[in-house]
């Protein structure tokens, strides 16, 4: 009866063995996956904080956008809008032969009448 005592330990001490294994690769899986899903976590927290300082930047800009000035701002430099009232001076191009003040002694040396007209015209 010993002997048969003794067999039927041995099963079950193999059995708990066997089970006790079992039980270790799972959890050892279960704490592989949290760790690689951990990581994952922190780039999409950091994909978070990028989107959100993105964000506050342009809504910092969309704000700017809606001021007067901005607004003025953007009419004069590309459209060429301008206020009633003023009016655009046209500068010829510089070109590497004459410097402004020789541009600004020959439009002097012309007639009043011409410049005007080449102002507006």
């Known amino acids: 009866m010993q002997v048969?005592?003794?067999s039927l330990m041995r099963k079950y001490q193999w059995g708990i063995i066997l089970i006790s294994s079992i039980v270790i690769v799972v959890?050892?899986?279960?704490v592989a996956d949290l760790w690689n899903r951990r990581t994952?976590?922190?780039e999409r927290k950091h994909t978070l904080e990028t989107l959100?300082?993105?964000e506050k930047s342009l809504e910092?800009?969309?704000?700017?956008?809606k001021t007067k000035e901005f607004v003025e701002r953007e009419a004069r430099e590309r459209?060429?809008?301008?206020k009633e009232g003023e009016s655009i001076i046209l500068l010829p191009e510089q070109t590497g032969e004459n410097s402004?003040?020789?541009?600004?002694k020959e439009v002097q040396q012309e007639q009043n009448w011409k410049r005007w007209w080449l102002a507006f015209y």
């Open 60 to 65: 910092n800009k969309y704000e700017k956008t």
């Open 79 to 82: 459209l060429g809008l301008m």
């Open 100 to 104: 402004p003040e020789d541009v600004l």
């Open 27 to 30: 959890l050892y899986r279960s």
């Open 52 to 54: 959100q300082e993105k």
């Open 40 to 42: 994952i976590v922190e």
């Open 4 to 6: 048969v005592l003794d």
